[in-house]
């Protein structure tokens, strides 16, 4: 393989993985609004509860 084929394989890939990345993100946006639409403002639930706590209180 030449160079510039290598450089363009490395931008084929390079642009799919940023698309995948930008769609996860969306996702993931997504499915933590609608956690934060189910619980309400000011509910208890086991988010809230990990959410606030830092990991050192666990160790």
């Known amino acids: 393989m030449s160079l510039d ?6 931008t084929d890939v390079d642009q799919i993985l940023a698309a995948r990345i930008v769609a996860k993100k969306q996702e993931l946006d997504r499915r933590l609004q609608q956690l934060h639409q189910t ?4 509910g208890s ?7 606030s706590s830092s990991g050192r209180d666990r160790l």
């Not at 084929?5 to 490395?10: D, I, K, N, Q």
């Not at 619980?39 to 000011?42: A, D, I, K, S, Y």
């Not at 639930?45 to 959410?51: F, I, P």
């Open 45 to 51: 639930s086991e988010l809230n509860v990990r959410a």
């Open 5 to 10: 084929e290598l450089w363009a394989l490395y």
């Open 39 to 42: 619980n309400g403002p000011g």
